[in-house]
């Protein structure tokens, strides 16, 4: 007994049943599981139910394929081992001449009902109306349309059909398409394998439909042509083809794909209804992220979609999932489609940071280090804590942005009897905690430097650690090293030293409030006027030595919220050559040079930064205003630092011989690496790395370092651009020609935001000040359009 899939049903053939082209209604008995099953072609056919049951989403049952087919090829081999029907390798399905005689093909002529190839993606049927040329065929097609076809675009021509009108086309087609039935085409594929037979479309039309009308032949004609399991052509003469059954395990295979590909598309299309559902409930009520995430086959292809949108696709699975999810949601094969689609599902927030993303910058530390971290501040070792200078009796100020949470350095200043300066630059001592090597210190070697943005901070440290170990705080005992300096009358080095410290922070000052102390010039706040003193000293004495003044605007911005679609916007423009910022500016490059020269002296390989133009010619730039016009010029002309790491190297921009970046260790590696460097020495023992090590070492981070400088200017940008696209159309701001690009298109600084943008000048001249509007400001693709108001 053979036995046949329909649909989620067996239908059973007995060993001595007649051809398909004979079967009619007959009679079986089966146990209570047997049902019976009616062909719309008049059949009956008495199938069971499939043993084996597996639930959909929707609770309702289905069959697996797979126990369907092996059910079927069981009971096949089992009827061909009894008829001993075996296939003969050597034996081809049909001879050369048999084929050829099945191959006639039909003379063309007007009346004939033919199917034709009207481009590559379309078949339509027309009546041949009349020749056109020699070769070619005037045809009315289905849709009324005339065209004068070639000989080739046929693909079939219905037989027994004459005289036909191509106004009952459209009914013939209805016709066919209601007959058409794949599940004869697998009967139809049994016997013939069987038999080792091929089959034309009329004699497939008298097998399964008892008839060899044209109707039944066209349906023949369509259930073949459009058949991609059962048969395969054999050979093929103008607008007439041969068929043969294709082997079972090729059948197998492709019943396989076929199953796995209706199984994907029903899948993605629930997966759409689930996006266009999001989509269209209101903001406050979407889906939150982790709904999207908590179930494999969703997450897959939300993943998808998140990689195309920031154009990271790992491999073409994921870019053609994102493809077609596109396509189902009828959006654009575009990034920016993609990324519009995730907000309005909510699974991106509307002003998700696209950058912070795309460069794969980490945000989280691991468990494990966070561990690591926190052991550390259990831990009460101290390797240098005897060699600690008492330094509690010092005023200590501490200035910083009012949102810093890393709090990494200090100053003091008295002045001496002989009436010169003496400053201390108190930094604060990671390495109380963190060694080379450590779990701790290679996640911050990983990582870099902290990232600043204005929705967030992503320490360099965990942050429990650097908060609460490292940094330093008001009132408290604090581990530093310091770099205490004696200045000369004119602002150069006379006396130095570098030790360690503890140290009792008095004041913990924001720019704002430090200038606010020096402009009331308290008495009793005398040594933050002597520090501001020191300050002005030393820019002297470097401007002497060739140093640039760079000093500008500087914007700062803090978002509230930013998860929500309208988050608070906090904007700050800071003067850089501001009293206060000055102050501390000036005291962190001394810093730096006294380093530079302490390692010299004591030949410690350190992160030696230099800047090579050393020679800029300032009176060039004399004819411009001082401030920002004067200083975007000369920033153009200037080259990248260099570091060299056995020697100092000059720093021409600075005014330095030599100079080592080393306040900011708890926020960057470089340095960290300093730090390390310089502790190693103080306590009598070599230093842990090599100038190559440090070479090395340095390159990477540096690397990851602008990777990161590149994110925080351009986050900083959007808010900038997206704070102005809030305000009222009609505000007008401020605007200072820094340079003409071309003709009278000009770069400009918005001098109440800090932004360089560009904007047409009609007559004022660089650092003139002109009046703009914003006329449009689009964050997410980097867009402000100015207006100058004449």
Not at 362 to 379: K, Q
Not at 435 to 451: C, L, N, Y
Not at 518 to 528: C, F, K, N, S, V
Not at 684 to 708: D, Q, T, Y
């Amino acid at each position: 007994m053979a036995v046949r899939a329909v649909n989620s049903c067996s239908v059973f053939l007995s060993a001595s049943s007649p051809s398909l082209s004979s079967f009619r209604c007959r009679t079986f008995h089966f146990n209570t599981s047997t049902v019976r099953s009616y062909s719309k072609f008049g059949f009956w056919f008495p199938v069971f139910r499939s043993g084996k049951q597996v639930f959909g989403h929707d609770g309702a049952r289905s069959y697996s394929v797979h126990s369907l087919f092996d059910c079927i090829m069981e009971e096949f081999e089992a009827l061909r081992k009894r008829r001993r029907v075996y296939a003969n390798p050597r034996a081809e399905i049909m001879t050369r001449e048999i084929l050829e005689d099945k191959l006639v093909n039909r003379t063309l002529q007007k009346g004939l009902l033919l199917e034709f190839k009207k481009d590559s993606d379309r078949v339509l049927l027309a009546v041949a109306q009349r020749p056109d040329g020699k070769k070619n065929w005037m045809v009315s097609d289905q849709n009324g349309v005339s065209s004068s076809i070639k000989p080739q675009q046929i693909t079939y021509i219905v037989p027994g059909v004459e005289n036909f009108e191509h106004t009952d086309i459209s009914n013939f087609i209805l016709k066919a398409q209601d007959n058409l039935d794949p599940t004869l085409l697998e009967f139809a594929w049994v016997e013939l394998l069987e038999k080792n037979q091929s089959v034309t479309t009329e004699e497939l039309a008298e097998m399964i439909f008892g008839s060899v009308e044209p109707l039944e032949c066209y349906c023949a004609h369509l259930l073949l042509s459009n058949d991609e399991i059962y048969f395969t052509v054999l050979e093929t003469k103008g607008a007439r083809s041969v068929y043969g059954p294709r082997p079972t395990l090729q059948v197998k295979e492709l019943l396989h794909r076929k199953f796995m590909k209706e199984a994907a598309e029903k899948e993605l299309q629930e997966f759409v209804q689930l996006l266009k559902s999001a989509k269209a409930m209101p903001i406050d009520a979407k889906p939150p992220k982790s709904s999207w995430i908590n179930e494999e086959k969703i997450r897959d292809k939300i993943k998808s979609l998140e990689s195309y949108a920031i154009d990271d696709c790992r491999n073409d699975d994921q870019k053609t999932t994102a493809g077609m999810i596109l396509k189902a949601m009828r959006l654009a094969k575009t990034t920016s489609s993609a990324v519009n689609l995730l907000i309005d599902i909510g699974f991106f927030p509307v002003h998700v940071n696209l950058d912070l993303l795309k460069l794969d910058i980490a945000t989280d530390h691991s468990n494990e280090v966070i561990s690591a971290a926190e052991s550390l501040l259990s831990e009460s070792s101290n390797i240098d804590e005897m060699d600690r200078k008492d330094l509690t009796h010092l005023k200590v100020y501490a200035i910083d942005v009012d949102e810093a949470d890393e709090l990494d350095d200090a100053l003091s200043a008295t002045r001496l009897q002989d009436g010169r300066i003496k400053v201390w630059i108190h930094v604060a001592d990671p390495t109380k905690f963190v060694h080379p090597g450590s779990i701790v210190d290679r996640a911050a070697m990983k990582r870099g430097t902290s990232v600043f943005l204005p929705t967030a901070t992503y320490p360099m440290f965990p942050e429990k650690l650097a908060m609460e170990g490292m940094s330093l705080k008001q009132g408290e005992i604090c581990c530093a090293v310091t770099v205490s300096v004696v200045l000369h009358s004119d602002g150069s080095i006379a006396e130095y030293s570098v030790e360690n410290s503890i140290i009792k922070p008095t004041y913990m000052l924001t720019y704002e409030s430090a200038s606010e102390l020096l402009h009331l010039d308290l008495a009793e706040e005398a040594e933050l006027r002597i520090l501001s003193e020191a300050a002005k000293l030393r820019l002297q004495w470097r401007l002497q030595q060739g140093a640039v003044d760079t000093a500008t605007l500087e914007t700062r911005i803090k978002v509230e919220n930013p998860e929500d679609p309208e988050p608070v916007i906090n904007l700050y423009v800071e003067n850089q050559a501001n009293p206060a910022m000055r102050l501390v500016s000036e005291m962190m490059i001394l810093c730096g040079e006294v380093i530079a020269i302490f390692g010299s002296h004591n030949n410690i390989p350190l992160p030696y930064r230099g800047q090579p133009q050393s020679n800029i010619d300032i009176s060039a730039f004399t004819h411009l205003p001082e401030g920002p016009v004067r200083v975007a010029a000369i920033v153009k002309t200037m080259r990248a630092a260099e570091i060299d790491f056995r020697n100092p190297i000059r720093h021409g921009i600075l005014g330095l011989p030599g100079y080592v970046q080393f306040t900011s260790p708890i926020r960057r590696y470089v340095d960290l690496l300093a730090h390390y460097q310089v502790k190693a020495f103080l306590r009598g023992e070599s230093p842990p790395f090599s100038a190559g090590k440090l070479e090395g070492m340095a390159s990477i981070i540096n690397s990851h370092a602008r990777v990161v400088r590149k994110l925080c200017n351009t986050s900083l940008r959007y808010w900038i651009i997206e704070f102005l696209r809030r305000q009222p159309k009609e505000k007008r701001y401020r605007a200072l020609i820094l340079r003409f690009i071309k003709d009278r298109n000009a770069a400009l600084l918005l001098v109440e935001v800090g932004l360089q943008a560009s904007a047409w000048a009609s007559s004022a001249q660089v650092g003139d000040e002109i009046e703009v509007q914003i006329e449009e400001a689009h964050p997410r693709d980097d867009v402000l359009y100015l207006k100058e108001v004449v």
